[in-house]
């Protein structure tokens, strides 16, 4: 039963480009988190997806980001026209139900911005 | 707005000794913590939690203890082991309208690291 899949692992964009993260859940889960992690601080939450459904988004930025889960396939982080401050590890999270607790974490994209 | 602090970035311990680490919040809706454990290039691994209807909770080696008047929970580690040395973060959930809800906030971290 594999994990949390990311990738990629490390995603090297010139600023202007466009960055796509994918995150497929684990097995049975269908619901998907995606948090932030900028150097020297803690995961900040992001998003939170169901299967073809954004339910909360309130850690988005309000520009350039935007995630989807669709019915088939796995979960898409975009940020469109990256700058050097997107330059994180972006960690996706899947669950089974809304029950959160204990929840699997992926093991990430790095994306650097040169 | 820092609503889960962990004050202490780093904390050294000999082997065999007890691990303790610290987490403060302030938001009072928060109902539920947990214990993440992570290693470089590595995702967060669930290590433990506590409802807010506890003041304790224990597994194996680890502790939570929850402290709700005054805002604080700590993690105990023992005995301690060099197996240990990571990046240890808190984080808080708040169980929105009976349902639960999984958006966790996060604590910076703190690096353990345990001398053989």
Redesign the interface.
């Known amino acids: 039963n594999a994990g949390v899949m990311q990738n990629p692992r490390h995603l090297v964009r010139r600023r202007g480009q466009e960055a796509r993260l994918r995150c497929s859940p684990m097995k049975g889960h269908s619901h998907v988190y995606w948090y932030r992690q900028l150097p020297e601080e803690g995961l900040k939450f992001m998003v939170y997806l169901q299967k073809e459904n954004i339910i909360d988004e309130s850690g988005m930025p309000k520009e350039r980001f935007s995630a989807e889960f669709p019915k088939e396939g796995p979960s898409i982080l975009r940020i469109q026209q990256v700058v050097r401050g997107d330059s994180a590890a972006y960690f996706c999270a899947s669950s089974p139900g809304q029950i959160g607790y204990g929840y699997t974490f992926g093991s990430g994209t790095r994306l650097t911005v040169v | 707005d820092q609503q ?1 602090k ?1 004050n202490s970035p780093s904390l050294s311990v000999q082997e065999g000794r007890i691990s303790i680490l610290n987490c403060d919040y302030t938001n009072s809706m928060f109902d ?1 913590f ?1 214990w ?1 454990k992570k290693y470089p ?6 290590l433990i ?1 506590i409802s807010s209807i506890k003041d304790k909770n224990e597994d194996g080696r680890f502790t939570v203890f929850l402290n709700k008047s005054a805002k604080h929970l700590s993690l105990h580690i023992v005995p301690s082991q060099p197996g240990d040395s990571a990046v240890y ?1 808190c ?1 808080a ?1 708040h169980n929105a309208g009976g ?11 703190t690096i353990l690291t345990v001398h053989p």
């Open positions: 889960v962990q539920y947990l993440y290039a590595e995702g967060p691994t669930f939690s973060f984080a959930n349902t639960s809800y999984g958006k966790l906030t996060f604590g910076q971290g």
